[in-house]
């Protein structure tokens, strides 16, 4: 107790020479303040006003220098060394940069992962928290008794959230072997025929899901940015081009950015054949078949400017990828072979060279382009007959034989199967076919145009569907290991049975114990906290005008049509808000993280603001730790700059 | 409502009226709304009196699965085990020194700067304040890591200073805005009659705009209170050491994994008492959180 009031005495010193310095300071920028404007020839009477509200201002000024401007332009400096407290700085160039924006390393590969926990928050966790605000601020705002009292209610978990007591118990709540929610679930399906049933769905869905996840992941933690994603922007980018002869107007300049998005991202993924480690040409392939379809597809409508465009960008950015394979370090190994990226490359190129030198007979570019897309999947699919090196696996990655090996090793969900798995050979399937149907197709009728885009969809399901297979697989695989070594599955006794029985209610969530279920588990409580975005929605819809209902009414609009119409329109830019705010939350989320996480499951909850804890804090890298703050600032500003600006595109007039 | 009555007095018969708007439906209706609302109040109270409950009962009955809330015999001496901790005490007195130190630097400071920007017309003005007006879109990790730095060459870790001292530089420009927001709806006839009668703009503000904010002070005030009672990040940088723990800290370290069972009674039983004055405060001052929210989308 002694010691603690010597601290606060000391601490009560400090802060009564602050107030001093704060005084002094102040009057002197005051002073400064009228000594300029009587320079600037002002009136006596402006210099007076320049002298007090200077006065006033100066405690937000001095402190903005003293604590925002002087620091961040120090770490600045910080970020491109290898400063650690108490030793020396050492330069070390954009190295921290690189690594983390590469992903290369230990440190670039724990922010990947903490970048796509946080990218997993905000595309399944953002979604469920405004749908929930959005609920309970409807709820509220009904014309009925006592709605203050459910307000306070409802709100009442927002200002606990923040803090550690309420994360506790609902880490207590949330214990898989005995905790309240799981036994309570339990003993409902039990006792509740419907409650039984229930439950067995949601057991259900969720394995699905988490299946499809592992699936589409490959056991790669950041797996969908390499395979769904892309497969993805593919079947975007060419349902675009399919469409873009559309009537002008709104629509048109919708496709206009997704068509920009798409060329982008295929240029990205060219650029990322560099990023794997070794150099992948699975990227190299995937980024030439974008970047090179959209350019033959825009020669083939006759767009001749913008094919040229796409494909000079492409080509630059092949010449890039061999840049970074001759000069990767494990290029110069013995083993090394060179000639699948070169295919890849070639491969890659030739529909780029193709679309900018030859003449523009249909015909021919079509034959050479379903040529030339033969061998590209040869060369993607068939990998052995390049000597295999493609698919050497990182060995950070587990295999089923080394998990043989080691059954207590915690790695299961960054183990691979040893060979290449079919997500990645549905992933081809898709692109390929949508490619050949884009061409053969070709692009200029309305029903050529529909085919394609539900032949994409029907294809991109059944990636889906088959990625969905193939984690569950991968379950099964570990299990049976985990069976053969007598050693307890702790991540996936989920899937102890086969998938195709229904699920047996005796089964429950792992929630916090497993890679699988803690990020459910936080974003559960982040439903439970969604307080404030309910006031947000609230307020909003308490704007929208009476008389529109009313007239929709007369018009005889049904409740659902009354909503879609009138209610989400009129409130979008509170949903804007309440989603760009979301986003936010979801890279900045520390206090759950830090309480809620455990030692196996650290690496599936981690977010970016944690990692940025861990990295600085912990392990005291302040060089690393200030670069990543100022990755972490420069999206968070793009994000909020999004916010104002394009706000403007939500509909806010009646 | 017009359009309706005008349409109905051309044609009586054509307005129907949907079944569900019949007495016996809206009831239902009624019902029904009051029934979901209960079982998402359930939802939202519940973590809250697990808690309670929880922190009355015995070890052994917190380590076994268990559906009742209440405990079977109210374990009072949880509380009492507490109290008798000289670490508890510490760190109950250090969090709300350092509350009170925050609360009084940031609030003087924050409500001179805001009279500046609100009150006063100086040369410069909507620089300045768009100048801080930009900060609002820096996020809190942005100057985490510098102002590490700077704590630690002024040798201030391991002592309340980096936690106290920024909030005395008026530190948080939503709270700012906020209240410059309220001020600029005062009248400026008094400022003007004040000014006649040869007051000083530090009069004006301690004498007349001071007393007018209260509400929005009182708004100011009870946010941060809640982010500063709650901050765990703060202590956990800064504070590393026993003497100096705040209530989170000393909540969130006595979970910890070495221990077995976890004791979660006694757990829960800091977590009620350190929840407690939030609960309080918020229960009091509820409709100017509410307000506050609405006003400025920040979650405070």
Do not use: C
């Amino acid at each position: 107790m002694q010691v603690a009031l010597q601290y606060q005495l000391q601490n009560l010193g400090w802060a009564f020479a602050t107030v001093i310095f704060i005084i002094v300071g102040s009057l002197a920028v005051a002073y400064v303040a009228k000594t300029v404007a009587r320079w600037r020839g002002s009136t006596p009477a402006t210099q007076r006003r320049a002298f007090w509200g200077f006065l006033f201002a100066s405690p937000w000024i001095i402190g903005f220098v003293i604590f925002v401007l002087g620091p961040s332009l120090t770490s600045l400096y910080y970020s491109f060394t290898n400063y650690k407290l108490g030793s020396a700085i050492e330069w070390n160039g954009i190295d921290n940069y690189r690594q983390f924006i590469l992903g290369e390393g230990a440190y670039g590969r724990r922010f990947k992962q903490a970048m796509f926990n946080s990218f997993y928050y905000a595309v399944v966790g953002v979604p469920l928290q405004i749908i929930a605000a959005l609920g309970m601020a409807i709820l509220l705002n009904q014309k009925i008794r006592g709605i203050r009292i459910f307000r306070l209610i409802f709100y009442t978990p927002v200002i606990l959230a923040g803090g550690p007591a309420i994360l506790l118990a609902w880490r207590y709540m949330l214990n898989a072997n005995g905790g309240f929610i799981n036994t309570a679930m339990q003993s409902l399906a039990q006792k509740f025929f419907l409650f039984d049933w229930l439950y067995r769905g949601f057991i259900f869905g969720m394995e699905a899901f988490n299946g499809l996840y592992a699936g589409l992941s490959r056991g790669d933690p950041i797996g969908p940015f390499k395979y769904a994603i892309p497969s993805l922007l593919a079947v975007l980018a060419l349902a675009t081009l399919a469409g873009s002869d559309w009537t002008p107007g709104k629509r048109e300049r919708a496709i206009r950015i997704v068509e920009i998005l798409a060329v982008t991202i295929g240029l990205i993924l060219f650029a990322n054949g560099i990023v794997a480690e070794p150099v992948d040409p699975l990227w190299i392939v995937a980024g030439g078949l974008l970047t090179g379809g959209m350019a033959l597809a825009y020669t083939l409508r006759g767009r001749a400017k913008a094919a040229r465009n796409v494909a000079i960008g492409g080509i630059v950015l092949a010449g890039v990828v061999l840049a970074g394979v001759l000069l990767h370090p494990s290029t110069e190994e013995a083993s090394f072979d060179v000639t699948p990226y070169l295919l890849a490359l070639a491969a890659a190129a030739a529909p780029l060279a193709l679309s900018l030198f030859l003449p523009l007979q249909r015909r021919w570019v079509l034959a050479v382009g379903l040529g030339l897309l033969v061998v590209i999947l040869a060369v993607a699919i068939v990998p052995q007959q390049f000597g295999g090196t493609r698919w050497q696996l990182p060995l950070r990655y587990l295999t089923l034989q080394t998990a043989l090996e080691q059954p207590d090793s915690t790695d299961y969900l960054t183990a691979v199967y040893p060979v290449e798995t079919p997500s990645a050979f549905w992933f081809y399937g898709a692109l390929a076919a949508v490619l050949v149907g884009a061409m053969w197709l070709g692009t200029r009728h309305e029903r050529a145009r529909r085919w394609l885009v539900n032949g994409a969809l029907v294809i991109f399901g059944l990636l889906l569907i088959g990625s969905t297979l193939d984690g569950i697989r991968y379950f099964n695989a570990f299990d049976q290991i985990a069976a053969a070594t007598g050693s307890p599955n702790y991540h996936f006794s989920l899937f102890r049975s086969a998938i195709s029985t229904i699920p047996d209610n005796t089964r429950v969530p792992l929630w916090l114990t497993s890679e699988l279920w803690s990020k459910p588990a936080l974003i559960l409580i982040t439903m439970w906290s969604s307080g404030a975005s309910m006031l947000i929605f609230l307020a909003a819809l308490k704007g929208v005008p009476q008389s529109l209902y009313e007239a929709a009414e007369v018009d005889g609009a049904n409740r659902l049509q009354k909503f879609f119409k009138i209610t989400l329109p009129m409130i979008s830019p509170a949903m804007f808000y309440n989603i760009v705010i979301g986003l936010i939350a979801a890279l900045q989320t520390f206090e759950t993280v830090y309480i809620l996480q455990t030692p196996n499951t650290v690496d599936s909850v981690r977010s970016a603001a944690f990692f940025l804890y861990e990295r600085t804090f912990r392990e005291q890298a302040i060089g690393q730790g200030a670069s990543l703050s100022w990755i972490l600032a420069v999206i968070i500003v793009v994000l909020t700059v999004m916010q104002f600006r394009y706000s403007r595109w939500v509909h806010y007039e009646v | 409502m017009d359009v309706a009555r005008r349409y109905s007095q051309d044609k009586p018969v054509a307005v129907n009226v949907p079944r569900w708007r019949s007495p016996v439906w809206q009831h239902l209706r009624t019902a029904l709304i009051y029934a979901v609302l209960l079982a998402a109040s359930a939802f939202f109270l519940f973590p809250m009196a697990w808690m309670g409950g929880t922190s009355l009962k015995t070890i052994e009955e917190v380590g076994q699965p268990q559906l009742n809330l209440l405990p079977m015999s109210p374990q009072w001496q949880n509380y009492a085990k507490l109290f008798q901790e000289e670490q508890f005490y510490r760190a109950y007195a250090n969090s709300i020194f350092v509350t009170a130190v925050v609360l009084f630097g940031t609030v003087t400071s924050i409500s001179l700067v805001a009279f500046s920007f609100a009150r006063l017309e100086w040369p410069g003005k909507r620089i300045v304040f768009a100048l801080m007006l930009s900060t609002l879109m820096l996020p809190a990790q942005a100057t985490l890591v510098p102002q590490y730095v700077l704590f630690f060459n002024l040798g201030w870790i391991r002592t309340f200073n980096p936690i106290t001292i920024p909030g005395f530089f008026a530190g948080g420009a939503a709270l700012v805005f906020l209240l410059r927001q309220f001020m600029m709806g005062i009248p400026k006839e008094l400022d003007e009659a004040a000014m006649i009668d040869g007051a000083n703009p530090l009069q004006i503000w301690w004498h007349i705009i001071m007393p007018l904010s209260r509400p929005a002070i009182a708004t100011v005030t009870v946010f941060l209170f809640v982010g500063q009672w709650n901050n765990l990040i703060n202590p956990l940088l800064y504070l590393q050491k026993a003497e100096l723990y705040t209530m989170p800290i000393y909540v969130a370290q006595k979970h910890n994994l070495q221990e077995s069972p976890i004791p979660w009674n006694d757990i829960m039983a800091a977590s009620v008492l350190f929840v407690i004055p939030v609960l309080v405060v918020f229960l009091l001052t509820q409709r100017y959180f509410i307000e506050g929210i609405t006003l400025t989308g920040t979650k405070g």
